[in-house]
């Protein structure tokens, strides 16, 4: 349901347009609010008093999906977005097999549908002139599927995907689809509870109430609490669009690795793919965009699959180069009452891994979980709602863990800048050359399918020895002597690419 305010909620609104701090919860405004609303069905709360159970700022990945969720439990939900044109995004186009299974316990895998989605089978890693093929693994036989098949991640324009997931939240009958642009929270002065937020609709005031403000607003997040970590952002993503061109292995994303930065491709419709050129700041290429083209025309495309040349030739030439910036933001806990900041603007990772949907979608089924009614039947219990959120900060760590620590540390490798890291990356690739569990379980821990940090801690430091053994057999045995004291280097190297992440990751 797309929703307007109605002139009725603007008289009520107008009492606080020059009061936006509400001294305490129960203001007259809020008294008012909450006797009315307690008397009508959630669709009417909302349209006469724009009073709701829940705020959500942001219909995205994150917003949208949780606005759904918790509106099947029979919450209301104002879900408010600045924009509800078709996003134009050169983000979130490749989701995971574990991110198409939250999707389906969410009930949404509908939305995956008549997009021109493509199913994703796995990754294949070009380095140099060779080439390893990465499926996801079938999942461990059981007695009610003794033959499992294997997962597939699905690929797609990511505007159209959101446009499925809106159209769904706009059917549900406790949701208010609303366009307009958040300003800021409106929050109590004394205890710095969130009440409500303030926002901008077609440049007039307005306010929403609710006792839970949920805030998915993406990576450039207005609203993140002033305490949390900083965002960091150590590269940006270069896209184009290819036309028709033809893959090595269709239906793989596909990652290029040489003396240039990584660069991933996957198909994202029938006929298009993206393609997507990391390039590090500081990068002498990095000034503009022209010399980022000039980096893709001499240092990529030579080295691209001979297959994909002439389009990736062709794109160059005529496309649009569009860049976003590759960050990183550990999650902090929430300790502001009344707010949840989730999604993007809550926790962030290098794309390389393609993660963060999986992520925000599994977040969805966590924190719907957590909210349940069963668990708190009632939103204006703050301090309950407080408890779960501590527990949700905590939980969501089961996931998360994996896919976070996973996507920093292959980036240091696959963007390797120095002797040792490459040292690591060309164990790497020998290591996927080994086949059997040798990939499949980094690619179900890159799948979001194996939620076990121990696995992936195991493989890494595999990882790491069967470069070092690489190293070994590289040189003569006359240089055993300096051979030793590198490989020392090559295992504190691996300890220094991943305990810093692993560390933040558990960090409270
Ligand atoms: C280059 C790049 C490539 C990526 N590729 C992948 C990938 O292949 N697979 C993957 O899983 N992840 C990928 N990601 C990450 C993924 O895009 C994000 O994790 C995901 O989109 C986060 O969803 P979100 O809902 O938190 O934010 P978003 O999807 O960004 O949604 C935020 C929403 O909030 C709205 N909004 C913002 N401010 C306001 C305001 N003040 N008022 C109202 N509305 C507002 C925005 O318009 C937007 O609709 C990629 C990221 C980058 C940078």
Request: glycine letters at 6%.
């Amino acid at each position: 349901m797309f929703w307007t305010a109605s002139s009725r909620s603007y008289a009520i609104l107008g009492a606080i347009d020059h009061r936006p701090i509400l001294q305490t919860t129960s203001s007259p405004l809020q008294s008012f609010v909450m006797s009315a609303a307690q008397t009508e069905p959630a669709e009417s709360q909302c349209a006469n008093h724009r009073h709701a159970d829940v705020i959500v700022v942001g219909a995205g990945i994150f917003g949208t999906a949780i606005a759904i969720a918790l509106a099947r439990q029979n919450r209301s939900v104002f879900l408010l977005e600045r924009s509800l044109k078709e996003p134009d995004r050169i983000v979130g186009e490749l989701l995971q097999p574990g991110g198409v299974k939250a999707l389906e316990r969410l009930g949404l895998e509908s939305c995956l549908d008549d997009i021109d989605s493509i199913s994703v089978r796995g990754y294949e890693v070009h380095y140099h002139d060779q080439a390893v093929n990465i499926p996801y693994p079938a999942d461990t036989p059981s007695e009610r599927t003794p033959h499992p098949q294997r997962p597939e991640g699905r690929s797609f324009h990511h505007g159209r995907f959101v446009r499925k997931l809106r159209e769904a939240a706009a059917k549900e009958p406790n949701i208010q689809l609303v366009e307009t642009l958040v300003t800021s929270l409106v929050t109590t002065e004394d205890t710095n509870q969130v009440l409500g937020v303030k926002s901008s609709t077609k440049g007039a005031l307005d306010y929403f109430f609710a006792p839970l403000s949920i805030v998915a607003d993406g990576y450039n997040s207005q609203f993140r609490d002033k305490a949390s970590r900083k965002v960091e952002s150590r590269s940006k993503f270069w896209a184009l669009e290819l036309q028709d061109a033809v893959l090595p292995s269709p239906g793989f994303g596909h990652v290029l690795l040489g003396d240039f930065s990584p660069v991933l491709l996957y198909q994202i419709g029938s006929r298009e793919t993206r393609a997507l050129f990391n390039v590090p700041e500081g990068h002498e290429y990095a000034k503009s965009t022209q010399s980022v083209k000039r980096y893709i025309e001499n240092e990529v495309l030579p080295n691209a699959p001979a297959s994909i040349q002439p389009s990736l030739a062709a794109s160059l030439e005529k496309g649009r180069l569009r860049c976003m910036p590759n960050s990183f933001l550990p999650a902090s806990k929430n300790r502001t009452p009344g707010v949840l900041v989730a999604g993007d603007a809550l926790n962030m990772r290098h794309p390389l891994t393609g993660g963060g949907m999986t992520v925000a979608l599994n977040d969805v089924v966590l924190l719907s979980e957590l909210l349940h009614p069963s668990q708190i039947p009632d939103l204006d219990d703050v301090a309950r709602v407080l408890q779960q959120l501590n527990i949700f900060h905590w939980r969501r760590k089961r996931h998360t863990f994996v896919i976070n620590v996973l996507a920093q540390a292959l980036y240091s490798l696959f963007a390797a800048d120095g002797y040792y890291l490459s040292v690591l990356r060309q164990g790497c690739f020998e290591y996927f050359n080994r086949g059997g569990v040798c990939i499949d379980a980094p690619a179900s821990l890159l799948g979001g399918l194996a939620k076990k940090p121990l696995l992936l801690v195991y493989h890494f430091f595999v990882v790491a020895f069967c470069s070092i053994w690489h190293l070994v057999l590289s040189r003569p045995l006359v240089l055993l002597p300096l051979t030793l004291v590198d490989s020392v280097v090559v295992l504190i190297m691996a300890c220094w690419v991943l305990f810093p992440y692993i560390f933040m990751e558990l960090a409270g």
